[in-house]
């Protein structure tokens, strides 16, 4: 049972334009929603959060969007840059739990 | 301030073989949590270790077990393993339990192989 769904496994964007990542998730327990990013090699790497309460989080060039009526959340990376390339993770918690519960990773690749 | 570090980075082992994986948390984090990630897919939480004692486990089987020391470093020990064990094992620590959110540190991961 795939609770958090991305269903978009690779993007290609131009260099300065803006990369839109999708995730969809399908219970509604889940409160807090995180994006992770991961370099080959290395462990993901928090990115940016948002909770239920919310339905937008901005910190710099990354904005979050959540869509709860939809069951659904965006990142958006404007403008994209060379090193932005990487897979990206979306994940949910609700409280009181203990795991991440991740979705499947969508490879952004950024092109000059 | 050490980052999350996992041991070994590379192993293969073969079917029926047991396993150990090691893991340091982040310093000031008493939380651990164990990730498996297969090719092409998101991770899966395995289990968490808080004070030496699991906090929480996912829909794996018994032969995944672990351990926490009071140094709050882990151990990941999966025993008679199969070819489908084949995958990344991420290790995450955090700095409490309980509460709310408290964002995951992942370590680079050991990549295990099973012929």
């Known amino acids: 049972d795939q609770q958090v769904k991305q269903n978009s496994p690779s993007l290609s964007v131009q260099e300065g334009r803006i990369s839109i990542l999708n995730c969809d998730y399908t219970?509604?327990?889940?409160?807090?929603f995180l994006w992770y990013k991961k370099y080959p090699a290395e462990g993901p790497t928090f990115l940016i959060s948002?909770?239920?309460?919310?339905d937008k989080n901005e910190d710099g060039r990354f904005t979050v969007f959540l869509n709860k009526s939809a069951k659904h959340l965006s990142l958006h990376i404007v403008p994209s840059q060379p090193g932005d390339s990487a897979v990206y993770f979306c994940a949910a918690i609700f409280r009181g739990a203990q795991k991440l519960v991740f979705g499947q990773g969508t490879r952004l690749t950024i092109n000059p | 301030e050490t980052g999350v570090t996992q041991s070994p980075t590379h192993l293969i082992k073969t079917r029926g073989q047991q396993v150990t994986l090691r893991c340091s948390s982040q310093s000031g984090h008493n939380t651990v949590s164990w990730y498996q990630q297969a090719l092409g897919q998101g991770p899966q939480f395995i289990f968490q270790?808080?004070?030496?004692?699991?906090?929480g486990r996912g829909n794996f089987p018994p032969r995944f077990s672990g351990l926490q020391f009071p140094n709050y470093s882990s151990e990941l020990n999966v025993n008679a393993l199969e070819l489908d064990d084949s995958a990344l094992y991420l290790c995450?620590?955090?700095?409490?339990?309980?509460?709310?959110?408290?964002?995951?540190?992942f370590g680079p991961g050991t990549r295990l192989t099973v012929l």
């Open positions: 948002i909770s239920s309460i919310k």
């Open positions: 270790y808080y004070r030496e004692e699991e906090n």
């Open positions: 219970n509604s327990m889940f409160d807090y």
């Open positions: 995450a620590s955090s700095p409490l339990a309980g509460g709310l959110y408290n964002e995951q540190f």
